[in-house]
């Protein structure tokens, strides 16, 4: 029982063998009345005295226990350990005996922690430690902490919040990684096959038309020289940076826990954007909704400012699936940026948008994940072809992620190793 509980949930605080005394207690008391027994009577009257008795210290008494958690480290990677340390000390006059410490935590950080104070914990203090290791990223809850108290008899238990809650932050795992890709190193991609447009044509570039161009940006006179439709592509001022696109839609993944679609993408999310940080360029993630997802400035702060690596890791911590059906555009619509994008189960009409909302000539990569590889009993093989077909034709560069198996270091090479080529490969063990 808490304590600060009145009435009738007073006798919530007995145990079983308490609760046993008083009943016995009720029918000695019948017994005397019914027999006469006066002598009966008076062990009866005994027998009731003793668990109320005993409750009614217990609730009165003070424990004297103080104590404060401190968690070494706040913030850690899944699948690695944190330590939990509860400082104690005795404040009251009444030494805390026989107490019993529990702690709640959650069964993904390893379960409610108990530790019992077999003696005084005296006014010096004393230190006890536990260890937790998140198996899911998120913002896990540690406690309310609170002592529970016993009787010398064992006939009632008191229990008192001591510490409230406090919080473990478990980032996603990040995998190290090596090389660029077109769509993130500034070389290679589409400006290679570029051609410039000759003397006192508009300032941009040409090149061969592709599916979902605007047929108003048609270069007739270089179409009549090369007897192929040329588009004109307009060169804007490129400011430079990477916008990562993570797809966190929960129609969008598989599985569940650790080991669903969705904790692969966001991990890969994350290593992606602090390798390419690490690299030298300017980095925004961005989420399903097309919102920045963490960034080191205030929420109206520009749009090339730098994130920190520390604002990005708890920001995926926290993330939660979303609701929406499909991936807005405006997310990928900045022409003067290049786009990574880490995309669930997309539809190519899907896909179709998400490419039409680039500009013509802007680098664009994607991987895309076969989540069905996520689903148990799966008999679908690879629903994603359409989708990288359709993306691989608007000049993006794909690589497909065959399952959970498949190291996110393979699938980053793979998609550095492809350039502009429009050979379907496919990251796997």
Partial sequence: MRLGTTGLG??????????????????????????????????????????LLTLSISALARTGLRADRE??????AVHTSATVR??????????????ILVDEVPPLLGGTARY?????????????EYTVRPELRGVHQLG????????????SVFEKEIVGSDHLVAVPEVFPLSGLPAAGGGHGGED??????????????????????????????????????????????????????????????????????????VSAAASICLHLRR????????????????????PGSDAD????????????????????????????SESDRDLIAVLGRTTPAGAGKLASARSTGSRSAAILLDVDAWAEGSQQHDPSSGTAHRLRSAGWTVTTVAGPSSPVALVWESLCEQGTSLDPPRAGP
């Fill in 10 to 51: 007073v006798l919530s605080g007995l145990t079983v063998r308490g609760r046993c005394l008083l009943a016995a207690a009720c029918a000695a008391v019948v017994c005397a009345l019914v027999l006469d027994e006066r002598d009966l009577l008076r062990v009866a009257f005994f027998a009731a005295a003793l668990p």
């Fill in 71 to 76: 968690l070494v480290p706040r913030r850690t």
């Fill in 86 to 99: 509860l400082r104690l000390s005795s404040t009251g006059r009444v030494p805390p005996n026989g107490l």
């Fill in 116 to 128: 019992g104070l077999g003696g005084s914990v005296g006014r010096s203090g004393k230190v006890v």
């Fill in 144 to 155: 309310p902490l609170r002592c529970r108290t016993r009787d010398p008899f064992g006939l």
């Fill in 192 to 265: 290679s096959g570029r051609m410039r447009a000759g003397p006192g044509s508009d300032d941009g570039t040409i090149r061969e038309y592709r599916h979902g161009d605007d047929i108003r940006r048609v270069h007739w006179k270089s179409t009549a020289h090369r007897d192929e439709l040329m588009v004109r592509v307009e060169e804007g001022p490129r400011h430079g940076g990477v916008t990562v696109l993570l797809d966190h839609r929960a129609s969008a993944h598989r599985g569940t826990g650790a080991n669903s679609s969705l904790e692969w993408a």
């Fill in 279 to 298: 690299r030298g360029q300017r980095v925004r993630l961005v989420s399903t909704s097309g919102r920045r997802v963490a960034a080191s400035g205030s």
């Fill in 305 to 332: 400012e730098e994130q920190d690596d520390e604002s990005v890791l708890e920001a995926l911590a926290a993330l939660q699936p979303s609701a929406r059906r499909e991936i807005p555009p405006g997310g990928a």
